[in-house]
T-cell receptor
Framework: GENVEQHPSTLSVQEGDSAVIKCTYSDSASNYFPWYKQELGKGPQLIIDIRSNVGEKKDQRIAVTLNKTAKHFSLHITETQPEDSAVYFCAASKKIGDYKLSFGAGTTVTVRA | DAGVIQSPRHEVTEMGQEVTLRCKPISGHDYLFWYRQTMMRGLELLIYFNNNVPIDDSGMPEDRFSAKMPNASFSTLKIQPSEPRDSAVYFC??????????????FGAGSRLTVL
């Protein structure tokens, strides 16, 4: 099955700085890569996703890049704000025949005011 | 839509007792997933359904765990008998097959289970 590794496990940044989280995956057939944000006491929420036919996607202060050759993808948060403090999970799945997401272990991001 | 609704939000029980967790998926979603989250193992997929039919239960830890989906708007996860190592947050999620064929998951708020 798919194995997703996520780094770092914790990340502390100064407000206004950028945060980068990196994930690698093992199954070259994976072609859907979502990122979830989990705030304290809540379920994970989808914040951005990328399909394998796209190398980069942006949504305001967040962006995701994908390198299918190297089998890694990254989440970039710019101009971090205190409300960005949360646990972030990357995930991977195949498009056809497999609707299971394999999640990374999560990154706890703390934005210092 | 109110999103994925789970109950109870918190459950504290004693070892050996039966626990039933409930989930109402988003209307129109045809996939339903049960995940378990612990510090040690992260998010683990237990079982998922498509159109109320269980598709893959390979993540269910053991026979003490069972899940049902009697109709499109309701699912249960039952643990009988419960053990302290079952203590975790259990999430229900539902999804639809997006335009590109991707699996777009929406999670509920979770049920925090503590087995004493």
């Amino acid at each position: 099955g798919e194995n997703v590794e996520q780094h770092p496990s914790t990340l502390s940044v100064q407000e206004g700085d950028s945060a980068v989280i990196k994930c690698t995956y093992s199954d070259s057939a994976s072609n859907y890569f979502p990122w979830y944000k989990q705030e304290l006491g809540k379920g994970p929420q989808l914040i951005i996703d990328i399909r394998s036919n796209v190398g980069e996607k942006k949504d305001q202060r967040i962006a995701v890049t994908l390198n299918k050759t190297a089998k890694h993808f990254s989440l970039h948060i710019t101009e971090t704000q205190p409300e960005d403090s949360a646990v972030y999970f990357c995930a991977a799945s195949k498009k056809i025949g497999d609707y299971k997401l394999s999640f990374g272990a999560g990154t706890t991001v703390t934005v210092r005011a | 839509d109110a999103g994925v609704i789970q109950s109870p939000r918190h459950e504290v029980t004693e070892m050996g007792q039966e626990v039933t967790l409930r989930c109402k998926p988003i209307s129109g979603h045809d996939y339903l997933f049960w995940y378990r989250q612990t510090m040690m193992r992260g998010l683990e997929l237990l079982i998922y359904f498509n159109n109320n039919v269980p598709i893959d239960d390979s993540g269910m830890p053991e026979d003490r765990f069972s899940a049902k989906m009697p109709n499109a708007s309701f699912s249960t996860l039952k643990i009988q008998p419960s053990e302290p190592r079952d203590s975790a947050v259990y999430f229900c999620a539902s999804s639809f097959l997006g335009g590109s064929g991707a699996n777009v998951l929406t999670f509920g708020a979770g049920s925090r289970l503590t087995v004493l």
